[in-house]
């Protein structure tokens, strides 16, 4: 199945929001809030930071939140930080035959 | 605390096999799945595969299935997945991930709470 689609980068200067979105979220599962998403730092293991579209871990900064509309998941990060920067991808569930679905990724760079 | 902890990096020729273990501690083994996950050299993240901690169910993605096994050891609290006939298109960091599940009815959530360090496969003649 295709991988959802994420735009290639953004980008925002320190104590600005951004948004980064995640399109082709199958109508199976849209109504449900059957999104993650995971930052990733060069050379290291991803990391959880939103489940089930809009919940965040507890070790989690509540600057990073999570929401849907329709076939689209989005991930806001407010009060951008120099460590924010890193890769984001989103993941949904895409059916019974192969579970999960990756986004192809988004670059955030902190100007 | 709870942690997945992989075996070391792989050079392996075009046409072998290569078995990547996953050791989890901190939890209880089949209380949660497993999953894999790889990413070929700057490339993004592409789900592999899953595997119940419980069952030893599994589903794997379309694309390696005829080539991946996935297993696991509960009484080490051990993961492994082998890839064979491997391609020069394996090259990749594999990584393993505990999976929290949440079911919808017919429609399940899988998320990655905590991830192995990552093991580096590579391909090559």
């Known amino acids: 199945q295709s991988a959802l689609t994420q735009p290639a980068s953004v980008s925002g200067s320190p104590g600005q929001s951004i948004t980064i979105s995640c399109t082709g979220i199958?109508?199976?599962?849209?109504?449900?809030?059957?999104v993650s998403w995971y930052q990733q730092h060069p050379g290291k293991a991803p990391k959880l930071i939103i489940y089930?579209?809009?919940k965040r871990p507890s070790e989690v900064s509540n600057r990073f939140s999570g929401s849907k509309s329709g076939n689209t998941a989005s991930l806001t990060i407010s009060g951008l930080q120099a460590e924010d920067e890193a890769d984001y991808y989103c993941?949904?569930?895409?059916?019974?035959?192969?579970?999960?679905?990756f986004g192809g990724g988004t670059r955030l760079t902190v100007l | 605390q709870v942690q997945l902890v992989q075996s070391g990096a792989e050079v392996k020729k075009p046409g072998a096999s290569v078995k990547v273990s996953c050791k989890a501690s901190?939890?209880?083994?089949?209380?949660?799945?497993i999953t894999w996950v790889r990413q070929a050299p700057g490339q993004g993240l592409e789900w592999m595969g899953w595997?119940?901690?419980?069952?030893?169910?599994?589903n794997y993605a379309q694309k390696v299935q005829d080539r991946v096994t996935m297993t696991t050891d509960t009484s080490t609290s051990t993961a492994y997945m082998e890839v064979r006939s491997l391609r020069s298109d394996d090259t990749a960091v594999y990584y393993c991930?505990?999976?929290?599940?949440?079911?919808?009815?017919?429609?399940?959530?899988?998320?990655?709470?905590?991830w192995g360090q990552g093991t580096l496969v590579t391909v090559s003649s």
């Open positions: 991930a505990k999976t929290t599940e949440a079911n919808y009815g017919s429609v399940w959530h899988h998320w990655f709470d905590t």
């Open positions: 901190g939890y209880t083994f089949t209380s949660y799945a």
């Open positions: 595997i119940s901690g419980y069952s030893g169910n599994t």
């Open positions: 199958s109508s199976n599962v849209e109504i449900y809030n059957v």
């Open positions: 089930e579209g809009t």
């Open positions: 993941c949904s569930y895409a059916g019974s035959t192969s579970f999960e679905v």
